[in-house]
């Protein structure tokens, strides 16, 4: 987390909020990566994280700025991908629920690896997919309880556009990014880790 990562950030937070298609829904967008912001920097002395994994947050930020600005069923990239490929729905959404595994997935990782919370390894993969589930149920939970507290907000925040299996596949989307994430980017996890421990 240095300058240039603080200025993309910030500078796409505020792009974000400047008349977003609905204020309540980008509030509720917003707050997990300004939540994660405030704890990368109340923990960063004590633990700092990989290069790798503060890129990834980045991403997973950007991906809900831009959600929070159009909303989830309305960014216009993913309406024209629709209209070329005659899809049934606008599939941004599934954008920010793969990488609500991918990223946790490496987060969860450096956590478990670096504290020494499991001895033995073969078993590591297998809970860093059952955290990642867990994330999305939590939140697929908390869509549930916006739902339900207020109908306005509700449609946009949940982006469901009529699709009723959209909970679970949004759960098998995060579960394919945790799998992606830990076949892709594990060795290369692990060389970023072994250089942070040298330093």
């Known amino acids: 987390m240095n300058k240039i990562w603080l200025g993309i950030f910030f500078t796409a937070l505020l792009w974000s909020g400047i008349d977003p298609k609905d204020y309540p829904t980008w509030m509720l967008e917003v707050a997990p990566a300004v939540i994660a912001l405030i704890v990368l920097a109340k ?12 890129n990834l947050i980045l991403v997973h930020s950007l991906i809900l700025m831009v959600g929070a600005h159009y909303t989830y069923a309305e960014v216009p990239l993913f309406d024209w991908l629709k209209d070329v490929f005659n899809l049934e729905r606008n599939n941004y959404d599934k954008v920010g629920h793969l990488a609500q595994g991918f990223i946790p997935a490496i987060i969860a990782r450096e956590v478990l690896i670096r504290n020494h919370v499991l001895l033995n390894l073969k078993w590591l993969n297998f809970f860093i997919v059952c955290i990642c589930l867990a994330i999305s ?28 299996w959209d909970t679970q596949s949004d759960m098998a989307f995060a579960l394919l990014g945790a799998v992606l994430a830990l076949a892709l980017l594990s060795n290369r996890h692990d060389r970023h880790i072994a250089r942070l421990m040298a330093e």
């Open 43 to 54: 923990t960063r002395e004590k633990f700092r994280l990989t290069d790798l994994a503060y």
């Open 137 to 164: 149920a939590v939140y697929e939970l908390i869509e549930w309880c916006v739902a339900l507290l207020s109908s306005e907000a509700a449609e946009a925040f949940l982006g469901t556009q009529g699709y009723i």
